[in-house]
């Protein structure tokens, strides 16, 4: 007994201490996979690359590097201000070269490759998993060039000032969203290219903003803002709307109409026989952030208005949500906003205010138990606009809904009381109306019976007459016939009488 103790506390050790290693060597490997490099510490940045293990990531601190940047393994490469962080190519090479899955750039301002065709901002070859975010390139040839890039996300970037500003060859399934893509003699070029998605960019200032070439298909592209020319190199159809939303046309702005106020244009924007957007926005797109309950919620607006100073906020007494922003105008000319909120963030009653008062919207057909899209408009100039959502409102507009389904209900009833009135009316005078007919025919049938009877009665009175008469006839004729009979029976015994004696004078004769 004493021995199965002594195994079972060795047992329970053992296993304490399996346990202890394992939690040990689990933590080196995650706190390994956090390690910030500062730059600071190497001789470069580059060097700061080097010495990174593989899921660390380096923070390059203010300041101006002049090198180009060679990561070939799964790092990140943050700066710590992407005004101040700058790394000039010194006109030579890439800035950036990537080639490796898994690389995350950042905060970082790129500048000055060399003025080869060949040497880009950033250069991703043959990877996968590429994230560039928050990132500026100015004075580059090429922007971003991706070839053989799949599976990546570049967002909220800055490109401009390039020969051209984003190019894809052979490259897939990578999204491009919120950059902008400005002052190039091309904004986007695409070749061999398909699947990729591009949403929430402007562009403008370009001599050519999107330019297409064959065999590029089903490239998808929505909620952008285009104001450039649009070029296809032969038949290359692609995608240019989602989910009944899609992209504002600067030239479309001119000619378009939306005549059920919902801030999509009725016809399409044509740009060959193969490609047109049959959802024209006509206004500008843009994207904002709301944070909410440590979860980022992206509003977004379409407008023909400058949105700017957009901001939510949150009422801890109230329970209220509340979003504002400055919608401007130009020329004074009249504003509207469709606005898609999400449900999550505000899914209260709304109600919006301008700075006149409160401003009527529509609910637009699109809102579901995800979004809500919201559609007003308001005077021009500087308008101040706020969307509240109110708890407590939510309760009135719940007890208001009840209130006239009462009502509802209630004039419904009255409606099916008066229908059953009106026909217990109808039917009642047509019962009297009935009753007075018979009680017509009645009051005929009652003069008919009665004439009948007074015939009858007169008939009676005459046969009762004739009845008298004919007894006093037989009365008469019995009588005459009694007188007869007596007169001629008397006549006959005198006859009789007479004859015998004559008949005794024979015998006595005799």
Known sequence: MVSLRKCRTIFLIGLSLFFMFSFLRLGSVSAGSQIIIHSEDYASIQQAIDNATVGATVLVAPGIYYEHLNIGKNISLLGENRETTIIDGVDSQNVISITSDGVTIGNLTLTKSSARTSDNGIYVDRSRGIFVNDTKIVGTYNGIYLYLCSNSIFSRNIITNQTSGVTLVTSNFNVFSGNLISDNSN???????NNNMFSGNTLSNNEEGISL??????????????????????????????????NYWLAYNF????????GIGDEPFVIDESNQDSFPLMGAFGEFDADFGNKIFRPNVISNSTISNFRFETGRETGSK???????????????????????????????????????????APSNATNAYLYFTYPGGDQGVTIVSLKFMQFYDDLLLKYNKLLADFDSLNMTYQNLLAGYNSTMQALLNSFNLLLAEFNQLQSTISALNSTVQNNSRDQSDSLQNMRNLTYILAATTATFLITTTYFSARVHTKRKPRTTDAEEQE
């Open 213 to 246: 070439s064959e065999p590029s298909n089903r490239n998808n592209f929505y909620h952008n803002n285009i104001g450039d020319a649009i070029i296809l190199s032969g038949a290359t159809p692609n995608i240019w709307s989602r989910s009944g939303e899609g």
């Open 322 to 364: 509340m979003i504002t922003f400055t919608a401007s105008s130009q020329n004074d000319a009249s504003g509207f906003c469709r606005i898609m909120i999400p449900t999550s963030l505000m899914n209260y009653t709304f109600t919006v205010i301008d700075n006149e008062g409160e401003v009527p919207f529509s609910l637009l």
């Open 255 to 262: 000619t378009g109409r939306d005549m059920n106020g919902d």
């Open 187 to 193: 904004g986007i070029t695409i070749s061999y290219s």
